[in-house]
């Protein structure tokens, strides 16, 4: 699987081992992806905060909307508590109802003293209706299970997998990305992750590495416009990190995330839902049950700004590599969407020799 830095294209920062929001410790990511015949193309992704033992044990967090024209359910109670206590399922717009059941059917079996209350999960849309048939009811709470059984550590796919599937990015083949940052504070490091399902944005936006490329690239752009306004579609992003924060800094963190999309040259249509969630796992006895009292050691806000930093760095190159890790793809009514390194005038996938992207010059073309 080829990635941005793959590419040679300059992007800022450390990243951790897997350059993916499973360096965060404790984080499980799933994917269950639904490619069949001419018309399916879509799929579930589930991420767990505390991974599946700790599903639902709180987490300090926050939530912000850059454009409300889509949906993520739960937000209400994070924004009355600050806290996160549920796994998170990105899939398309049409299948919020079948995420939101399967991740009560999964935690009935897996954890049934939490289902012994009120359940109220996270579950996030962005739109796949160009190379997908929406309205089929493809995605079924089964594969929403399927995604959390099979959640995991350690590398992340990328590219047309999962709730991606199906997405459009730039009008070009986008879906799931990822990176992370290391953060340094006093004698402690932390890890910052983001995750997005990305399907925003027209052609002629995109920047790579501060050059409006999307202008440059050769080639017919889909006509993914005519049957959606420009830019349609939306985005989720999710952040995790590892250091102690409150609430309200959390918020904060899902707050810089437009600056990460904005380097990749969106400017927020109106017609795509970006919606976003930050979360700490740090504090993972700080949340008390009925009685007592809880504890919230936390970064002071003065010292908040390389996490920032981070946020924007893993975003940004969280979009690249949705990009940069994909094929293209013929779905729903014939539609088709190119892969950007095949615009780019090389194949998709790993190439033979190392390939550096000669953004400097402002050239759009492979550079050796």
């Known amino acids: 699987m080829t990635r941005a830095r793959d590419l040679g294209i300059a992007l800022g920062g450390e990243p951790g081992p897997?350059?993916?929001?499973?360096?965060?410790?404790?984080?499980?990511?799933?994917?269950?992806?639904?490619?069949?015949?001419?018309?399916?193309?879509?799929?579930?992704?589930?991420?767990?905060?505390?991974?599946?033992?700790?599903?639902?044990?709180?987490?300090?967090?926050?939530?912000?909307?850059?454009?409300?024209?889509?949906?993520?359910?739960?937000?209400?109670?994070?924004?009355?508590?600050?806290?996160?206590?549920?796994?998170?399922?990105?899939?398309?717009?049409?299948?919020?109802?079948?995420?939101?059941?399967?991740?009560?059917?999964?935690?009935?079996?897996?954890?049934?003293?939490?289902?012994?209350?009120?359940?109220?999960?996270?579950?996030?849309?962005?739109?796949?209706?160009?190379?997908?048939?929406?309205?089929?009811?493809?995605?079924?709470?089964?594969?929403?299970?399927?995604?959390?059984?099979?959640?995991?550590?350690?590398?992340?796919?990328?590219?047309?997998?999962?709730?991606?599937?199906?997405?459009?990015?730039?009008?070009?083949?986008?879906?799931?990305?990822?990176?992370?940052?290391?953060?340094?504070?006093?004698?402690?490091?932390?890890?910052?992750g983001a995750y997005v399902q990305a399907n925003f944005g027209t052609r002629e936006e995109l920047v790579i590495a501060g050059v409006p490329v999307g202008r440059r690239l050769p080639g017919d752009v889909p006509r993914v416009l005519d049957e959606l306004p420009p830019g349609a579609g939306s985005v989720i992003a999710v952040v995790a990190t590892d250091a102690p924060l409150l609430p309200d800094q959390c918020r904060a963190l899902a707050r810089r995330v437009p600056l990460g999309l904005a380097r990749t040259g969106t400017t927020g249509s109106h017609f795509s839902g970006d919606i976003f969630l930050a979360f700490s796992v740090g504090n993972a006895d700080g949340w008390p049950g009925d009685g007592g009292y809880?504890?919230?050691?936390?970064?002071?806000?003065?010292?908040?700004?390389?996490?920032?930093?981070?946020?924007?760095?893993?975003?940004?190159?969280?979009?690249?590599?949705?990009?940069?890790?994909?094929?293209?793809?013929?779905?729903?009514?014939?539609?088709?969407?190119p892969a950007l390194l095949d615009v780019w005038g090389f194949r998709a996938g790993v190439p033979a020799e190392p390939v550096r992207l000669d953004v400097s010059a402002g050239h759009p073309g492979p550079k050796p």
Request: aromatic content about 6%.
């Open 18 to 192: 897997w350059n993916a929001i499973t360096d965060v410790p404790g984080v499980e990511l799933g994917h269950v992806t639904l490619i069949e015949g001419d018309d399916v193309r879509t799929g579930v992704t589930a991420v767990l905060p505390r991974g599946r033992a700790g599903a639902w044990r709180p987490c300090a967090a926050g939530w912000y909307a850059l454009n409300g024209n889509g949906e993520m359910t739960g937000t209400t109670l994070i924004s009355e508590t600050g806290a996160l206590g549920s796994p998170i399922v990105l899939t398309n717009t049409h299948a919020v109802g079948a995420g939101h059941r399967g991740v009560i059917d999964w935690t009935v079996r897996t954890h049934p003293d939490a289902a012994g209350r009120w359940l109220l999960p996270v579950v996030a849309e962005t739109y796949d209706g160009y190379l997908n048939d929406v309205n089929g009811d493809h995605v079924r709470r089964e594969h929403v299970v399927r995604a959390l059984d099979g959640a995991r550590g350690g590398p992340v796919a990328e590219g047309s997998v999962g709730g991606g599937t199906g997405m459009t990015c730039y009008d070009l083949k986008g879906g799931a990305g990822t990176a992370s940052r290391l953060v340094r504070y006093g004698a402690d490091a932390y890890r910052v």
């Open 294 to 337: 809880g504890t919230l050691r936390f970064v002071p806000w003065e010292s908040m700004d390389p996490f920032f930093t981070a946020v924007v760095e893993a975003v940004e190159e969280s979009v690249l590599n949705a990009l940069v890790s994909n094929s293209a793809m013929t779905g729903r009514a014939d539609h088709s969407v």
